[in-house]
């Protein structure tokens, strides 16, 4: 694992963190002012593309990656910090791929404006949240800042499909992954293990069959709930949208919901945030309700 100096990290907070995710980024920025850590945001980012496509001949869908991996070599940094899974799983698979084509990345640079800043494999890497928490921050640094304890709130780690696969990108372990976990601890949580951490909540389904997405959800909450757990922890903004919306459908007798927050709620709560940052408004959790 390279070390980075946040200095040399160029946050990019991509679409979703602006306009649907924003407690993502309340939170995480929270999270990295309490540990007085703030990197740059990214100059003129643009949009990752959404999702990586597999086309290995349509280079025009990886350009969007790859002009903000530009901006990030022309502003001086050497890595980009993505905290939304969706983003961060796009960004790194470009990179992958280029690795894999240099031929194509050569193209890629042709195709770009003539006065483009050219980019060569190895100028600039992403991390997501997992590595920068992990590897950059490091958990002890959290959790010597920590103001709260979590008082042995049974939690559930969602990690989803997005930090573990495709495997060459990946940033936990890919089978039954544990390393949030080791940081939730650290900050007092009774961490709630189960069967169904990472698999696909139906992700895009949603849109095209409800139902589908349904099954999926209703299949990773009654993991975590049978086997004690009092709050679900995501990730990624579309695993938290499938997760909390579509419990709300469910007529079951006797179903009550999961609570579903993000990872940097959990951490800027534990981190003395005020209840703005880590209390998702359409949903409270009476577990943080000091």
């Given at each position: ?65 790859l002009r903000n991996f530009i901006r990030a070599k022309e502003a001086g940094k050497r890595a980009l910090l993505a905290p939304c899974s969706v983003c961060y799983n796009t960004l790194a698979q470009v990179l992958e791929f280029c690795r894999k084509n240099p031929e194509s990345l050569r193209k ?183």
């Open positions: 694992m390279k070390r980075y100096d946040i200095k040399s990290i160029a946050y990019y907070p991509g679409c979703t963190l602006r306009n649907g995710a924003e407690e993502v980024e309340k939170s995480f920025l929270y999270l990295c002012d309490a540990l007085f850590l703030r990197p740059d945001e990214l100059r003129k980012w643009n949009c990752c593309g959404t999702v990586f496509s597999l086309q290995q001949d349509a280079l025009v869908y990886h350009l969007a990656s890629a640079n042709e195709f770009m404006y003539e006065e483009e800043t050219k980019f060569n494999l190895g100028d600039v890497d992403v991390l997501d949240i997992v590595v920068f928490l992990r590897d950059v921050v490091g958990y002890e640094c959290v959790a010597e800042a920590a103001k709260r304890n979590l008082d042995g709130l049974k939690i559930s780690v969602y990690y989803g499909c997005l930090h573990s696969r495709p495997r060459s990108v990946a940033t936990c372990e890919v089978e039954m992954p544990n390393t949030l976990e080791q940081l939730l601890l650290r900050l007092g949580a009774s961490c709630v293990e189960y069967s169904m951490k990472n698999e696909c909540c139906g992700s895009y389904l949603v849109v095209k069959d409800r139902a589908i997405a349904l099954e999926r959800v209703m299949r990773i909450v009654r993991s975590a709930t049978c086997n004690g757990a009092e709050l679900l922890v995501t990730l990624c903004p579309l695993c938290y949208h499938n997760l909390s919306t579509l419990q709300k459908e469910v007529r079951e007798e006797g179903f009550k919901p999961l609570p579903v927050v993000y990872l940097t709620q959990v951490l800027a709560f534990s981190l003395g945030a005020p209840k703005e940052i880590y209390n998702p408004k359409s949903a409270p959790i009476p577990a943080f309700a000091s």
